[in-house]
T-cell receptor, first 115, second 107 residues
Framework: DAGVIQSPRHEVTEMGQEVTLRCKPI?????LFWYRQTMMRGLELLIY????????DSGMPEDRFSAKMPNASFSTLKIQPSEPRDSAVYFC?????????????FGDGTRLSIL | GENVEQHPSTLSVQEGDSAVIKCTYS??????FPWYKQELGKGPQLIID?????GEKKDQRIAVTLNKTAKHFSLHITETQPEDSAVYFC??????FGAGTTVTVRA
């Protein structure tokens, strides 16, 4: 089975540019999570969707960050405008059923560098 | 919300020895405790999990124990091998993750 697929794997862009990260969850999974990983802060949950609906976006750092899930097989995380402190590895994960009681399956992440 | 603390942050062991990582959590309602292994350039991958109705679970060289009264759980890796070198994360009722433990197995 295909796992969680993220694109791009690497993104380097200049400060102020718009960045869009993409995620395809595992087919049949109805929960999707976006995380940010840095050395200083570890794994931080940004937003959680259940059945394509955003349930918890309390981890989204600022209004510059937005996430959408237009259908069960696709989600995007957008940063506009980007800043150097947004540099991190961004992971998408999906799971069966509801948050907290099922294992999450992670993609291999997008390494984002903002110059 | 849930707060998960993980210790140690780094662990170096001789090949063949055991490694133990400990985590504590704050929310007594948590009932699912997975462990993830993250290799360089990859996302975290589930290696074992335990639910609150079980005190211990084993899968080959990996075991997890849970003490709900004390709100702590541990990962035990026996007969460590170089391929066990990675960062390990605990979690309580995901997505509350610990800060991670970097395990290095010395040949």
């Amino acid at each position: 089975d295909a796992g969680v697929i993220q694109s791009p794997r690497h993104e380097v862009t200049e400060m102020g540019q718009e960045v869009t990260l993409r995620c395809k969850p595992i087919s049949g999974h109805n929960s999707l999570f976006w995380y940010r990983q840095t050395m200083m802060r570890g794994l931080e949950l940004l937003i959680y969707f259940n059945n394509n609906v955003p349930i918890d976006d309390s981890g989204m750092p600022e209004d510059r960050f937005s996430a959408k899930m237009p259908n069960a097989s696709f989600s995007t995380l957008k940063i506009q405008p980007s800043e150097p402190r947004d540099s991190a590895v961004y992971f998408c994960a999906s799971s069966l059923e509801r948050r907290g009681v099922q294992p999450q399956h992670f993609g291999d992440g997008t390494r984002l560098s903002i110059l | 919300g849930e707060n998960v603390e993980q210790h140690p942050s780094t662990l170096s062991v001789q090949e063949g020895d055991s490694a133990v990582i400990k985590c504590t959590y704050s929310d007594s309602a948590s009932n699912y405790f997975p462990w993830y292994k993250q290799e360089l350039g990859k996302g975290p991958q589930l290696i074992i999990d335990i639910r609150s109705n079980v005190g211990e679970k084993k899968d080959q060289r990996i075991a997890v124990t849970l003490n709900k009264t004390a709100k702590h759980f541990s990962l035990h890796i026996t007969e460590t091998q170089p391929e066990d070198s990675a960062v390990y994360f605990c979690a309580a009722s995901v997505p509350s993750f610990g800060a991670g433990t970097t395990v290095t197995v010395r040949a």
